[in-house]
């Protein structure tokens, strides 16, 4: 009976050890092996100047380390394509693309959905104040901008997610306007 109470604090203790181990490097490290894939997304914005909140869906494919692609299929269909710090837009047969590396800001914000993709802890503590929660099987990290003109835009954005895989991310903006985008990977990674 010792050896069996022994045995269970041991694995008891191994099991904490490996919990206190979990920090925003180990979560970064997680997210970096991760090769990719396709996900289906919900997309819900949650606007004061509306009585009921707008719903997109669709699909996203993310290509480690630096591209990623949005297909909004409802209610309209739309297509941002984020390779490297080129953006392009395309809605209604027409197309806008914007080199964010002239866009602080907006490189700052996109930075926070690509950087944790790509587990760069770099860009997310150049832009952001990082606060970890959970475990590794059920995270949250919560993004606070450092920038003041960012800040005065989005107050935090959260991300959640579980293992490698992010699972929605919130943003709350400093009107009080906030979207949640859950995610849903298709391809089983």
């Known amino acids: 009976m010792k050896n069996l109470l022994t045995a269970g604090l041991f694995l008891a203790l191994l099991g904490q050890s490996a919990w206190a181990a979990f920090d925003v490097g180990s979560l970064m490290a997680d997210l970096a092996r991760h090769p990719g894939g396709k996900a289906k997304f919900v997309e819900t914005r949650f606007l004061a100047v509306l ?32 390779d490297k710090d080129l953006l392009t837009l395309e ?15 907006a490189l700052a914000f996109v930075d926070s959905i690509r950087g944790t993709l790509a587990g760069n802890r770099a860009a997310l503590e150049r832009n952001y104040l990082l606060h970890l929660a959970g475990t590794p099987d ?10 003041q003109q960012m800040a005065s835009f989005v107050l935090r954005i959260v991300v959640s ?19 949640l985008l859950t995610i849903e990977p298709v391809d089983g990674r």
């Open 138 to 147: 059920k995270w949250v990290l919560t993004m606070l901008p450092r920038d």
């Open 91 to 105: 809605r209604d047969k027409q197309k806008l693309s914007i080199n964010l590396a002239s866009q602080p800001q």
């Open 51 to 82: 009585d009921k909140p707008l719903k997109a869906t669709g699909e996203m494919t993310y290509i480690a380390p630096d591209r990623l692609e949005k297909r909004t299929l409802t209610p309209k269909p739309e297509l941002m394509i984020l």
């Open 161 to 179: 997610g579980s293992g490698s895989q992010m699972r929605s991310i919130e943003y709350l903006q400093a009107d009080g306007d906030r979207s």
